[in-house]
């Protein structure tokens, strides 16, 4: 008689890995839940407000002139970007450039640089009183131009989200097989018509894709607007929260995310309609030579790092130099640079734990509901940090005003503020472990499987150690792009808990630039290492 047992193991195996997987489901459906849940809070409470009171704050003139001056920085950012953007991608890649390799790596480092930081100091070079200035001085210059304004906001916020643009584009021109322009070229046409008809099809939707994305970050900003003295959504919602204008706050915060929506929508349509012309895959071929403009073409990227990269450095050399004088309340103290560190850690261990089971089942079940469970960890990274502050606020008002007996308070706390975080930052490290998990080997998972072990066990011997980079690369990541979070970090703080972020903020609303010299430098330094995380996986986590 043949034997029974094999034949029992291997049906207890399927059975516990049905289990396994419908309790994964389980686990994945209540994490999409928690990260979704608060913002509801928000559409509470703007369905409570007065219908007469909403009308008001909805058509008001200045709900109106919000919108607009949204809508211009927007607008102004992303074409800015596409015009920086795409002809250094085009330089840097396909002609003769000289210093191409430096300035390759050169020109995307203002991706690293928070534009809070940048707009500060260039309010210090440039602003009534700033250092340009007084160099000119001298020569009888008593004034330059004014910095401050929508398009000052549009000038900042372009120098630190081009990058998207140059990204994208240049990946592209990478992949385009430079036979086909030779073909063009050999039928007459002049090297404008070749890249009109040739290289610019084959562009378009990776420099769409990165004007999105830089359209996308103009209309979340917060530190810019704030700082440039622009009435935008993010600026106003800010003022608004601040002089307890709740109802006008949560106004704003659902406009602007219908507007985010829009900008989201834009991109996923443009990402479903990725079809390039022109083959890809191709040999590079020999650079464009640009003859008598070679060296004048340096113009555009010097004059680029220059402004981006070199006037922030100088600024804060001169302010790190600086005596401190005036307000010794606003000097750095180290506690600041541990309470980032802390929270950030808390964020980045509870953002990994969060994102295995979410990266795990996403990766080895295609289905609906994993694909659902995936996209709703990513609801907190698409909603700008100060509608997503305000609906925690909303958040942990309503659950304590529930009085529910021994529950602890949560608004305006260490966990409430670490949560945030988690809910904004979390699709970074689904994304990297996700790709981790795709790599492992199922085969070398169901070996284990025979072996005896349980689904859980061959995780955990096997995945998990497989992926023990991504997954620590997963956390680097949150960790690093929460110490720069400005608005959530604001809003949520507990009071007197003070970080890095808020350090440089209460330096620049006084107006004592020299003490946010050493934090500002500080954050510079992490913004680097965020870029080698990035290096070392691509690229394309966080982005």
């Known amino acids: ?39 509801s809070w928000l559409v509470i409470e703007t369905v409570t407000v007065d219908p007469t009171r909403a009308r008001e704050l909805l058509f008001s003139w200045g709900t109106v002139e919000v919108l607009v001056n949204s809508l211009l920085l927007m607008a102004g950012v992303t074409a800015s970007s596409v015009l920086i953007g795409v002809p250094l991608a085009y330089l840097t890649t396909r002609t003769d450039l000289p210093f191409r390799r430096f300035l390759t790596v050169a020109v995307a480092l203002p991706l690293v640089v928070p534009s809070y930081v940048g707009a500060f100091s260039f309010v210090s070079a440039f602003g009534p009183r700033g250092e340009f200035r007084d160099l000119l001085a001298p020569l009888g210059v008593d004034r330059i131009p004014e910095i401050y304004g929508l398009h000052g906001a549009v000038l900042l916020i372009t120098l630190y989200t081009y990058p998207y643009v140059y990204l994208t584009t240049r990946a592209a021109l990478l992949s385009l097989d430079t036979t086909l322009i030779e073909a063009a070229r050999t039928l007459d046409h002049t090297r404008w018509e070749a890249f009109r008809r ?169 289905s609906p509901l994993s694909t659902i469970t995936e996209r709703a960890t990513y609801v907190g990274f698409a909603v700008p940090g100060i509608v997503l ?58 070996a284990a499987r025979t072996l005896g072990e349980s689904p859980g066990g061959a995780f955990r011997r096997v995945t998990l150690r497989l992926i023990a980079p991504s997954v620590t690369a997963g956390a680097a990541l949150v960790f690093l792009t929460t110490m720069k979070e400005l608005p959530v970090t604001l809003i949520l703080r507990p009071t007197g808990f003070e970080t890095i972020v808020t350090q440089i903020w209460r330096a620049q609303e006084a107006a004592y630039f ?28 966080g982005l």
């Not at 001169?318 to 506690?335: H, K, V």
């Not at 009085?403 to 990297?432: C, M, W």
């Open 389 to 446: 502050a305000l609906a925690l606020v909303y958040f942990g008002a309503g659950y304590e005003a529930l009085e529910i007996p021994y529950a602890p308070r949560i608004y305006q706390t260490i966990p409430i503020l670490v949560f945030a975080y988690v809910i904004r930052f979390t699709p970074q490290a689904v994304g990297t472990l996700r790709s981790g998990v795709l790599q492992v080997d199922p085969t070398i998972v169901e």
């Open 514 to 541: 020299q003490y946010a010299a050493v934090p500002a430098l500080l954050l510079l330094l992490i913004s680097g290492l965020s870029m080698v995380v990035l290096l070392s996986q691509g690229g394309r986590e």
């Open 1 to 39: 008689m043949r034997d029974a047992r094999p034949i029992l193991a291997d049906l207890r195996s399927r059975l516990g890995s049905i289990e396994t997987t419908y309790g994964l489901a389980l686990v994945c459906v209540a994490i999409a839940l928690a990260f979704v849940f608060p913002l």
């Open 198 to 366: 040739v290289t610019l099809p084959h562009i378009r939707p990776a420099t769409a894709a990165g004007a999105l994305l830089a359209a996308l970050y103009a209309i979340s900003d917060f530190g810019t607007p704030a700082i440039m003295r622009v009435e935008v959504f993010t600026q106003q919602i800010y003022v608004e929260y601040n002089s307890f204008g709740q109802e006008y706050a949560a106004m704003l915060s659902l406009q602007l995310l219908v507007v985010v929506l829009i900008v989201l929508g834009l991109e996923q349509w443009i990402r479903s309609n990725r079809s390039v012309e022109g083959g890809t895959g191709g040999r590079s071929g020999a650079p464009v030579p640009l003859g008598r403009w070679r060296w004048p073409s340096l113009l555009l990227p010097v004059g680029v790092v220059v402004l981006a990269l070199v006037v922030p450095i100088w600024i804060l050399g001169r302010w790190l130099l600086a005596a401190d004088a005036g307000r010794p309340s606003l000097a750095f103290e180290w506690s600041f640079a541990v309470n980032s560190a802390t929270v950030a850690l808390a964020a980045a261990a509870v953002a990994v734990l969060a994102a295995l089971p979410i990266a795990y089942f996403a990766a080895r079940e295609e």
